[in-house]
C-alpha cells in the first residue's frame, strides 16, 4: 500500500519534504477487520493546522505517522459480516491507496448508480453540513437576511451560496480569488453578487456590493474579509467563522481588524464552530440535502487530482487556490 505520512512540520507552506511517500506492507486481516480500496481521498484545510504542535479541537498529527483524513472507497477484503466485498464506505483513515482496520472504523454509505462516492466527502458530506450548520445553528439565519461568505468558491463556499438561497436568503455575496471564481458564483451558484478580494480594497468591494449591509457572516478566509463584514455589518448581525484560511501558512502572527468596537456598538454575535460540536444536526441536514439534491437544485464542482502519489501537491495547490469546489485526490487502480 502506499501511505504518506508527515516527516517534519511544516514551517509556513508546507514542502514536499514535509512528507514522506511510504511503501507499507498491510499485514493479513484479522476477524472482525475489513480492506478498503480507496476511490477518492480528501484534502481538506483543517489538515494544515494538525501538522503544527499546537492545541487545538484534534490532535496533532504524529512524525512518521500516517496522514489520517476523510476517504471513500469499496471494500475488497472482508472479514466482517457487517461489511461484505464491494460494499461503499466513508472513513478517517486518510492518505492511501489502501485503508484496513476494524470494520466499525468505515461507515457504509448508500451505492446511488451515477453519482460519484467522492461527493460523501463534500456536498453530502463534512463541507456540506459545515455550510448548513454555520448558517442554521450557528448565524441563526433568516428568510430575508443578506448573507456574505468568504472563501465562496470552494468545498464549503459554494454549498453555503446555495443553501442560504434555498433558506430564503434575500441576498447573496461572496468572495473568491480570481475572475473565473466570481463569474461562477453568480452564474452558477446563485450568489446574487461577487467580487475578486485579489483586486484588493476588501471593505471597499464589499460595500459596494452589501449598499444595504449585511446581516450574517459566513467566514472561511479571516483578516482582512472579517475586518471588511465588521464594516458591513447591520445592527444585530450574526457571524459564523467557520475558518481563518489567510492565516494557515503565515509565519508572522496577522494584523487583527481595526473595527473590532463595532461588535459592541452594533450588538454583533461572532461565533466560532467546529462541525464537531454539531453532528446532532446530520438527520435533518442528510433529509434536507437529499430533497434539495434530488430535484436538482444543487450544483457542485469538483477540481480532481490524479494518484496517490500527488495528495501532498493536491493539498497545498488548494490552500493556494487552484481548486474550484471540492478538492480531491482520485486514487485510481495500484
Ligand atoms: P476550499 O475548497 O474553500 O479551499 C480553500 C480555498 O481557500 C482555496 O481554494 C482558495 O480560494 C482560498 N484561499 C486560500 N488562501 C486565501 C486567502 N489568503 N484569502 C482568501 N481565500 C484564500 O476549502 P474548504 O471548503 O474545505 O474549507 C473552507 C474553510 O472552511 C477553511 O477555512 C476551512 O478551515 C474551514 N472549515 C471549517 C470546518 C469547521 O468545522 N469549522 C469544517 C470544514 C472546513 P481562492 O482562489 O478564492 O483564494
Known amino acids: 500500500s502506499t501511505s504518506i505520512q508527515l516527516a517534519s512540520r511544516p514551517q509556513g ?10 511503501s507499507v506492507d498491510l499485514p493479513d486481516l484479522e476477524a472482525g477487520q475489513v480492506r478498503v480500496r480507496n476511490e477518492f481521498v480528501s484534502v481538506d484545510p483543517y ?11 484534534v490532535a496533532p498529527y504524529a512524525i512518521g505517522a ?13 472479514r466482517s459480516g457487517q461489511l461484505p466485498v464491494g460494499t461503499a464506505v466513508l472513513h478517517q483513515h486518510g492518505w492511501s491507496d489502501l485503508a484496513q482496520g476494524p470494520a466499525d472504523s468505515f461507515r457504509a454509505v448508500p451505492d446511488v448508480p451515477g453519482l460519484s462516492l467522492s461527493l460523501r466527502l463534500h456536498i ?18 433568516k428568510p430575508g437576511e443578506t448573507v456574505f461568505i468568504s472563501g465562496a468558491a470552494g468545498a464549503v463556499g459554494t454549498a453555503a ?4 438561497k434555498l433558506l430564503g436568503a434575500k441576498r447573496v455575496i461572496g468572495s473568491a480569488g480570481s475572475a473565473q471564481k466570481v463569474a ?5 451558484y446563485g450568489y446574487d453578487r461577487a467580487f475578486n478580494y485579489k483586486d484588493g480594497d476588501v471593505r471597499g468591494q464589499l460595500a459596494k456590493a452589501a449598499p444595504e449591509g449585511i446581516d450574517v457572516f459566513f467566514d ?15 445592527d444585530k448581525g450574526r457571524a459564523a467563522l467557520c475558518g481563518a484560511i489567510s492565516s494557515y501558512n503565515t509565519t508572522e502572527r496577522a494584523v487583527g481588524p481595526d473595527n473590532m468596537s463595532n461588535i459592541i456598538t452594533r450588538g454583533l454575535t461572532l461565533k466560532g464552530f467546529t462541525l464537531a460540536a454539531y453532528l446532532g444536526l446530520a438527520p435533518e441536514f442528510q433529509e434536507k440535502m437529499t430533497a434539495w439534491f434530488s430535484a436538482g437544485k444543487i450544483s457542485f464542482d469538483e477540481t480532481i487530482v490524479d494518484g ?14 487552484a481548486n474550484t469546489g471540492k478538492m480531491l485526490v482520485r486514487v485510481g487502480d495500484a
Open 47 to 57: 489538515m494544515r493546522g494538525r501538522m503544527n504542535d499546537t492545541r487545538s479541537y
Open 184 to 188: 461562477l458564483l453568480t452564474e452558477k
Open 124 to 141: 453530502l458530506g463534512m463541507t456540506g453540513m459545515t455550510a448548513y450548520a454555520g448558517l442554521t445553528a450557528v448565524a441563526g439565519m
Open 66 to 78: 500516517q496522514i489520517t483524513g476523510g476517504a471513500v472507497g469499496r471494500v475488497i477484503e472482508s
Open 161 to 164: 451560496g446555495q443553501i442560504a
Open 13 to 22: 507552506w508546507p514542502t514536499p519534504d514535509n512528507f514522506t511517500v511510504a
Open 220 to 234: 472561511n478566509v479571516g483578516g482582512d474579509h472579517l475586518e471588511a463584514a465588521l464594516d458591513a455589518f447591520n
Open 308 to 321: 496517490i502519489d500527488n495528495t501532498v501537491d493536491a493539498f497545498v495547490t488548494m490552500m493556494r487556490g
